[in-house]
């Protein structure tokens, strides 16, 4: 079986355990493995306090955060092991929560919150899964190693014997020293030699997420030595797991894993000229087609393509669903989301004017304010289609001043423009359920990344399954899914932002709005090309059929078969000529 180790995991839309598209991923890939009866078990934090839930003051923009406390006793059961990990020399009492994920077919994915906060623990470690990403270095080490170490500790102590350890991002690579400890049958960290580490290598296979340096987690000498100890620390160091210095956690994760990949083709490049000295791969990411899909558009898929829910590349015949349809059920869900920027903001959007959205973490490489490079020729454009109106969301993390200053300038940009034809609102807290609404109900999905900085990308893919082509960056999985007036537009790429501002605006203003407006039944086409070429190869059901061939069981012994009794034909003479 295959453990899969992730530091967040959007589980339900109820449990605040994750922040963005990392745990939606995870999320998204469990409910796939359960649709597809795959022995797998997961492994997480509880995040007794959440992430945050974003406050905007409506006239300045300005972020502030909330804590997003749940009770995990009153939705999951406790499980009876309580394993340990000595962190600065402390012991430090872990146990683990159950939750099982249902699948289609009725299989159940079981997924374990792990929790510090114990009696027996010292008042300072029973905070350590409080907050997803809050605290600082120390806090954050402490986390990885409750993670990782716990996790491989707690499994083991649950009886699985997982064949394959995954670990989705870095954060979980700490799971490594447990897999090699258990090689080493009791023999000290320090004896493991490169024999024992081929041995963990076998077992462990790392996914990779970022392309940006900050996004690796390093941590300083002192700390790893404090925190995790002489023995680990020392046996990390002396297999080549620290950078400058630096315990670094994808070093660590490279160093252990048989296989490596990166989240789309363009980002298995990225990744491969980052870590020359290793073989790295590529799988594209997915979504869940069951989750991601409208109300109504369910509906046609469910009367049309009956098995799409188990099956999904039975997607690929939506190009023979009539269009009329597709624009029914689009206008249903576009209507859900005018109620929802009604009842959110006070701002009337109207059915038939197009509307953009952009809706992702505000970190600035995603620019969400390039769509404002020239407001004014907006303007312009908005006045001549007869209006339009974009919806934007997104959170910055609390620390992260720069994104917030994103976002002040959109909600700038939106009060200023409200006496124009063009309609913006930004909405407070984007999460699951508003990132559902939003990629189903606008009529373009707008990414602006600086390239290459974009690994995949998932909410474009939500907006496909919708029939919502994107107008992008040719980055990250836009590179696969692009086919240009088919499943939707690209952003020329350019060092110069004007110039990708320009092209953004041309594509609006001379392809985009004239389909929309004038030629409905080329537009219509496309909302089913999206569905049909995209919808049904960016969904995390083939995404884990590609892990399952290239990653967990490349070499899955065949079964048994009875051998042939007659001799078999000498296929070369056979040919008739
Ligand atoms: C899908 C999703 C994301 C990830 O989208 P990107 O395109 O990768 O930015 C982030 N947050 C939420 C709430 C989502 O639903």
């Known amino acids: 079986m295959v453990a899969y180790f992730s530091m967040e995991i959007a589980v339900a839309p109820e449990f605040p355990t994750y922040s963005g598209g990392l745990g939606v991923l995870a999320g998204d890939t469990l409910r796939s493995a359960a649709d597809m009866g795959l022995p797998l078990a997961a492994v997480t934090l509880v995040d007794r306090k959440g992430y945050f839930r974003q406050c ?17 006793d009153s939705i999951l059961t406790p499980e009876e092991p309580v394993v340990t990990v000595t962190l600065e020399g402390r012991p430090v009492a872990v146990r683990g929560w159950r939750y099982d994920l249902e699948g289609v077919t009725g299989h159940r994915i079981p997924i374990y919150f792990l929790d510090t906060d114990l009696e027996q623990n010292d008042p300072k470690d029973r905070t350590l899964t409080d907050f997803l990403y809050g605290g600082d270095a120390d806090y954050r080490l402490r986390q990885e190693a409750i993670l990782g170490i716990g996790g491989a500790r707690l499994l083991r102590a649950l009886e699985y014997e997982p064949t394959v350890y995954h670990m989705n991002e870095g954060h979980a690579a700490l799971l490594t020293v447990p897999v090699l400890e258990q090689e080493l049958h009791g023999a000290g960290l320090q004896t493991a030699t490169e024999r024992d580490l081929e041995a963990v290598r076998r077992r462990c296979v790392f996914t990779t997420h970022t392309p940006v340096p900050a996004g690796h987690d390093r941590f300083s000498g ?17 297999f080549g797991c620290f950078h400058d210095g630096l315990l670094n956690m994808t070093y ?18 990225v990744s491969r000229q980052m870590f020359p000295e290793y073989t790295i791969d590529a799988i594209t990411n997915g979504v869940h087609a069951g989750t991601w899909t409208a109300r109504s558009v369910q509906a046609i898929f469910d009367k049309h393509l009956p098995r799409w829910r188990q099956d999904n590349v039975t997607l690929r015949y939506a190009i023979d669903i009539p269009e009329n349809e597709i624009v029914e059920a689009h206008a249903a869900s576009k209507q859900v989301l005018i109620d929802t920027v009604k009842a959110a ?4 959007m109207k059915p038939e004017v197009f509307t953009l959205g952009f809706a992702r973490r505000a970190a600035t490489y995603k620019r969400a304010d390039l769509l404002f ?10 006045e ?7 919806v934007y969301a997104g959170k910055a993390h609390p620390a992260d001043e720069p994104g917030k200053a994103k976002i002040r300038r959109v909600i700038e940009l939106a009060r200023d423009l409200r006496e124009t034809p063009l309609q913006v609102v930004y909405l407070e807290n984007y999460e699951w359920k508003l990132g559902a609404i939003l990629t189903g109900g606008v009529d373009l999905w707008l990414n602006t990344p600086r390239r290459p900085y974009e690994a995949s990308g998932t909410s474009g893919m939500k907006a496909a399954l919708n029939g919502v082509p994107s107008l992008s960056i040719l980055d990250g999985w836009w590179i696969e899914g692009w086919i ?22 041309d594509h609006l203003e001379k392809l985009i709005l004239p389909l929309y407006t004038k030629d409905t039944g080329q ?22 059929e590609q892990y399952v061939l290239n990653a967990y069981f490349p070499e899955r012994p065949a079964e048994k078969i009875p051998e042939s009794k007659s001799p078999q034909p000498d296929l070369e003479n056979s040919v008739a000529h």
Do not use: C
Request: aromatic share 8%; hydrophobic share 40%; charged share 25%.
């Open 252 to 269: 660590v994760a490279l160093r252990f894993s048989r296989f490596v990949n990166g989240v789309a083709m363009q980002h298995g490049k």
């Open 484 to 505: 240009e007036g088919v499943t939707g537009w690209a952003i020329e790429d350019n060092d110069d932002e004007a110039v990708e501002a320009m092209s953004l605006y």
């Open 384 to 390: 001549k289609f007869g209006g339009l109106q974009v």
């Open 373 to 382: 490079t020239d407001p004014e020729r907006l303007v312009k454009i908005a």
């Open 345 to 348: 903001s006070g701002v009337e």
């Open 56 to 72: 905007l003051d409506p006239i300045t923009g300005m972020q502030t955060e909330e804590p997003q406390p749940w009770n995990p």
């Open 222 to 238: 002192e700390q790893a030595y404090r925190i995790l100890g002489t023995e680990r620390a020392g046996m990390l160091e002396r």
């Open 523 to 544: 537009w219509r086409r496309i909302m089913r090309s999206t569905i049909a070429l995209n919808g049904s190869f960016f969904n995390t059901q083939r995404m884990l």
